[in-house]
């Protein structure tokens, strides 16, 4: 599960660089139209269009553009076109590259095996190289298909849970490692208008998925579907338990994403993620540090979710290997931009290990305790747990917490459901 993002409209359309120069750019323009005018003379011979979703971080555009004029000034021949997807940019890409037409290279969060099957993605093995090595290898595995890997890393966002250290201390509460201490942790620290947890304004939120991942299951086994069990139900259970202590806030200005609720003290705990930290610590200094989702019992394990963004070449592109190229310069080869673009900007984990542990802003406070968490603790959702996959557990989740639906029944008929979607998956 990956955070949406706040959208500010910053430069909008694309940016063609040639020779490292921004040769045509419009605030007007289409931000989805592909470069139609031929090279001039002297000019690079290919042109790569690369996509980005319109990240909400000021200064992320330039910083896009930079780096493909870096790029094409090392390499003349090839000039970069970057296009910034404002709106649905999900959708965009996907009907983009049902043709040849489609970007060369785009960001995805997910690879499913209906891409690779169409030709969306290309494999990216050389492209990592020897390098492969220095990736974390937790994040690189849903990207894996047949033995081939398809995507590279650009940013990692660890999620967790944070917390107000002053109110834990003010409620005699101490940092939980069960989820019956986290369940009652919530409860001492709901105070007046203060709630003890926000994890989502329909007081759930990603916990549906979080709090069976601590108990064992990750809901998904390759390709079978695996919540129909009783340590879904028992998780379940004890979710619905905390819903209905009503310690949960809900409906805040604000979804969990943000750390506003956090901040304002209308909740002591908060599910959200690393790129929160340099807000949460200019407004509340050394008062918040965080903690994974405790186990929720014996056998169950504690939970940092990982999500972020991935980097794919579309296997549909006239230019192939300029793109693994260019995806090799950026996001393997380059770590001094791999580094700017996961901290300058917002605040995330880069991809390499070499680059996240020489990354100062990670070495001390709440970001030192996140980094921690993620190497005791990391998980990341599992390829084939697509939307469409899930969305039978989703509503069988929010059934059984917020309605009282019987578990076991709701649960086995989501199941079948979940089956038959993920049995329509193309084997690989």
Same mark, same amino acid.
């Given at each position: 599960?990956?955070?949406?993002? !706040?959208?500010?409209?910053?430069?909008? /359309?694309?940016?063609?660089?040639?020779?490292?120069?921004?040769?045509?750019?419009?605030?007007?323009?289409?931000?989805?139209?592909?470069?139609?005018?031929?090279?001039?003379?002297?000019?690079?011979?290919?042109?790569?269009?690369?996509?980005?979703?319109?990240?909400?971080?000021?200064? !992320?555009?330039?910083?896009?553009?930079?780096?493909? &004029?870096?790029?094409?000034?090392?390499?003349?021949?090839?000039?970069?076109?970057?296009?910034?997807?404002?709106?649905?940019?999900?959708?965009?890409?996907?009907?983009?590259?049902?043709?040849?037409?489609?970007?060369?290279?785009?960001?995805?969060?997910?690879?499913?095996?209906?891409?690779?099957?169409?030709?969306?993605?290309?494999?990216?093995?050389?492209?990592?190289?020897?390098?492969?090595?220095?990736?974390?290898?937790?994040?690189?595995?849903?990207?894996?298909?047949?033995?081939?890997?398809? &995507?590279?890393?650009?940013?990692?966002?660890?999620?967790?849970?944070?917390?107000?250290?002053?109110?834990?201390?003010?409620?005699?509460?101490?940092?939980?490692?069960?989820?019956?201490?986290?369940?009652?942790?919530?409860?001492?620290?709901?105070?007046?208008?203060?709630? /003890?947890?926000?994890?989502?304004?329909?007081?759930?939120? =990603?916990?549906?998925?979080?709090?069976?991942?601590?108990?064992?299951? $990750?809901?998904?086994?390759?390709?079978?579907?695996?919540?129909?069990? &009783?340590?879904?139900?028992?998780?379940?259970?004890?979710?619905?338990?905390?819903?209905?202590?009503?310690? !949960?806030?809900?409906?805040?200005?604000?979804?969990?994403?943000?750390?506003?609720?956090?901040?304002?003290?209308?909740?002591?705990?908060?599910?959200?993620?690393?790129?929160?930290? =340099?807000?949460?610590?200019?407004?509340?200094?050394?008062?918040?540090?965080?903690?994974?989702? +405790?186990?929720?019992?014996?056998?169950?394990?504690?939970? %940092?979710?990982?999500?972020?963004?991935?980097?794919?070449?579309?296997?549909?592109?006239?230019?192939?290997?300029?793109?693994?190229?260019?995806?090799?310069?950026?996001?393997?080869?380059? !770590?001094?931009?791999?580094?700017?673009?996961? $901290?300058?900007? /917002?605040?995330?984990? +880069?991809?390499?290990?070499?680059?996240?542990?020489?990354?100062?802003?990670?070495?001390? /406070?709440?970001?030192?305790?996140?980094?921690? &968490?993620?190497?005791?603790?990391?998980?990341?959702?599992?390829?084939?747990?697509?939307?469409?996959?899930?969305?039978?557990?989703?509503?069988?989740?929010?059934?059984? %917490?917020?309605?009282?639906?019987?578990?076991?029944?709701?649960?086995?008929?989501?199941?079948?459901?979940?089956?038959?979607?993920?049995?329509?998956? +193309?084997?690989?």
């Amino acid at each position: 599960m990956d955070r949406p993002f !706040t959208r500010r409209g910053l430069l909008k /359309g694309s940016v063609l660089f040639v020779a490292g120069a921004a040769v045509s750019a419009c605030s007007t323009a289409d931000p989805l139209a592909r470069t139609s005018s031929a090279p001039a003379a002297g000019a690079p011979k290919i042109t790569l269009t690369h996509w980005y979703h319109e990240y909400g971080e000021d200064g !992320t555009q330039r910083a896009a553009m930079k780096y493909a &004029a870096d790029f094409t000034k090392a390499n003349p021949d090839i000039a970069v076109k970057v296009s910034w997807i404002p709106g649905d940019y999900a959708t965009k890409w996907t009907a983009a590259v049902l043709t040849a037409d489609g970007p060369d290279v785009y960001e995805v969060n997910d690879v499913s095996p209906n891409m690779v099957k169409a030709g969306q993605v290309t494999p990216l093995d050389e492209v990592l190289g020897a390098e492969k090595a220095d990736f974390n290898a937790t994040v690189l595995e849903p990207y894996t298909w047949g033995g081939r890997l398809y &995507a590279v890393p650009m940013i990692i966002d660890p999620m967790l849970v944070f917390y107000r250290k002053s109110l834990f201390q003010q409620a005699g509460v101490a940092v939980p490692t069960s989820f019956g201490e986290f369940a009652a942790a919530a409860k001492a620290l709901t105070q007046g208008k203060r709630k /003890g947890l926000f994890a989502g304004n329909d007081g759930i939120g =990603p916990l549906n998925t979080m709090v069976p991942w601590s108990n064992g299951n $990750l809901l998904i086994d390759d390709r079978e579907i695996i919540y129909d069990d &009783a340590k879904v139900v028992e998780a379940l259970t004890g979710l619905k338990g905390l819903y209905d202590g009503k310690t !949960t806030l809900q409906g805040y200005s604000t979804d969990w994403w943000d750390p506003g609720a956090l901040i304002t003290g209308a909740a002591a705990m908060q599910w959200v993620g690393l790129w929160a930290v =340099p807000g949460m610590t200019a407004e509340l200094g050394d008062d918040v540090d965080a903690f994974a989702l +405790p186990a929720f019992g014996p056998g169950g394990r504690a939970v %940092v979710n990982m999500g972020g963004w991935v980097q794919v070449v579309n296997g549909k592109s006239r230019n192939l290997e300029a793109a693994k190229k260019y995806v090799r310069w950026l996001w393997v080869d380059n !770590t001094a931009a791999q580094t700017d673009w996961s $901290l300058a900007y /917002g605040f995330h984990i +880069p991809p390499r290990n070499s680059a996240a542990a020489q990354a100062a802003k990670l070495g001390s /406070g709440p970001a030192k305790t996140v980094m921690d &968490a993620v190497a005791a603790h990391g998980v990341k959702q599992p390829a084939l747990w697509t939307p469409e996959v899930r969305q039978p557990y989703v509503d069988a989740a929010t059934a059984i %917490v917020k309605k009282g639906a019987d578990p076991e029944k709701t649960l086995a008929a989501a199941a079948r459901r979940s089956q038959e979607i993920l049995d329509k998956v +193309p084997a690989l």
